[in-house]
């Protein structure tokens, strides 16, 4: 019995690379010093050290370094972007455009801003995750501000149209803004070539340090702003003041300097590895690939196990292997998938998907590992299940009469 433990969860967080790890440390002991302070060494070394992460930070995504802003993570940088775009820009209008599949720190920022008075559009997506371009276009009026989509979905790893949307939002004259926490060092990503104008991405979603987030403001034609949430010394020109988290800078910047060489070969490592994963499970009756599979990122599968339920599904392995069902954040809950329910899914798909999203550190020896724990674990629960017995008698369950309840 192998006991390793197999890590098939990055999209909720990322191991920090060694390499990150070490280009950190010497921020925390005799280059601590506030890249604030203008007037000695500790501090000029400090700046420096933010100026060439926010250098390699700029070049990932082929952006110029001024329009670099800082932040605790993808969560205050979407925060950032919507409550700030809501403040600066209300003169021109109150209306948001976002899809229901969107993470929560989108979400919910957007039910703060209906709080203030702002008017929300949430988006259905089709079967496959996707907008549908025309209804964005229909839904831009001239009260429309911003429109946010993601780039890439958190659960299903789906890619949304970027080009297509950026190209909407230019002819009609509204900001652009994307959680591009799971696309960005996994696939090249260019808001300027796609008329993103606001990007939120995070370091440990890729390899680098928690605790520290980007977001991408554009500078010029048309030159974003947007208010402050959090009032300070006006570090990161005024948008979000508080003392740099320098080692988490210089680590940012690191992973983001390792994924810009690396990230072409591990996108197809991952792929093959991650097709290989599907081909194991799918050798399962009644499997099922959540979102567009031609549309999507290459380290992430959702499936569904028809009438396994993937809360009970996890026990049989999760002392072994971390992945998780739903989102992380609402795993708590025994709600399904918010986003699942998005993509059409009936409850019991929904309650029965699995995803799994392997990372730079995955291997092939994981793989087949995953695939004999998972399918064993999918057998057992089906020999224990009286609904897989009536599937397996050919009983019509959709016709069931269940029980009042
Ligand atoms: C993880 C994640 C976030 C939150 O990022 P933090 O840095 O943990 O705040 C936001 N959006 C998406 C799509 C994510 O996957």
């Not at 972007?81 to 600066?88: D, T």
């Not at 920022?109 to 709080?115: A, D, T, V, Y």
């Not at 831009?140 to 080009?163: C, H, R, W, Y």
Request: hydrophobic residues 40%.
């Amino acid at each position: 019995m192998d006991n390793r433990l197999i890590y098939l969860d990055n999209n909720a967080t990322t191991p920090t690379d060694p390499r990150v790890v070490d280009a950190m440390i010497p921020y925390f002991h005799q280059l601590h010093g506030n890249a604030a302070s203008r007037n000695h060494p500790f501090g000029w070394a400090a700046e420096e050290a933010v100026d060439n992460a926010r250098n390699q930070i700029a070049d990932l995504i082929s952006v110029d370094p001024r329009e670099i802003i800082f932040t605790s993570g993808a969560t205050e940088s979407d925060n950032l972007a919507l409550k700030g775009v809501y403040e600066m820009y209300s003169r021109k209008g109150n209306h948001i455009i976002t899809l229901k599949t969107e993470h929560k720190a989108v979400l919910d920022s957007c039910k703060r801003i209906e709080k203030m008075g702002g008017e929300i559009t949430y988006l259905d997506v089709n079967d496959k995750g996707l907008v549908n371009l025309e209804e964005l276009e229909a839904a831009i009026t001239d009260k429309t501000i911003l429109v946010s989509i993601m780039f890439a979905n958190n659960e299903t790893g789906v890619i949304q149209p970027m080009k297509e949307i950026g190209d909407i939002c230019a002819k009609k004259g509204v900001l652009f803004m994307s959680d591009a926490t799971q696309a960005v060092g996994k696939i090249p990503v260019n808001p300027k070539e796609l008329g993103i104008h606001l990007m939120a991405f995070t370091g440990h979603k890729m390899y680098g340090p928690k605790g520290v987030g980007v977001l991408f403001v554009n500078r010029k034609n048309p030159r974003v702003k947007v208010t402050a949430q959090i009032d300070g010394g006006g570090h990161e020109r005024g948008m979000r003041s508080g003392t740099l988290n320098v080692p988490g800078i210089v680590g940012m910047g690191k992973a983001c300097a390792l994924a810009q060489a690396e990230m072409i070969d591990e996108a197809k490592r991952l792929s093959a590895l991650r097709d290989k994963l599907e081909t194991g499970l799918c050798q399962l009756e009644e499997t099922y690939i959540n979102g567009d599979v031609n549309n999507r990122m290459p380290h992430v599968t959702n499936i569904s196990f028809k009438h396994v339920e993937g809360e009970g599904l996890m026990m049989t392995f999760n002392q072994n292997i971390g992945v998780s069902s739903g989102s992380a954040c609402t795993s708590a809950s025994l709600e399904p998938s918010y986003v699942l329910i998005a993509l059409g899914l009936g409850d019991d798909l929904a309650h029965s998907s699995i995803r799994f999203s392997l990372g730079r550190f995955t291997t092939d020896e994981d793989i087949d590992l995953a695939i004999k724990q998972v399918s064993e674990g999918v057998t057992h629960m089906r020999d224990l299940s009286p609904i897989w017995e009536m599937y397996k008698e050919g009983v019509d369950l959709d016709a069931v009469q269940w029980s009042a309840h």
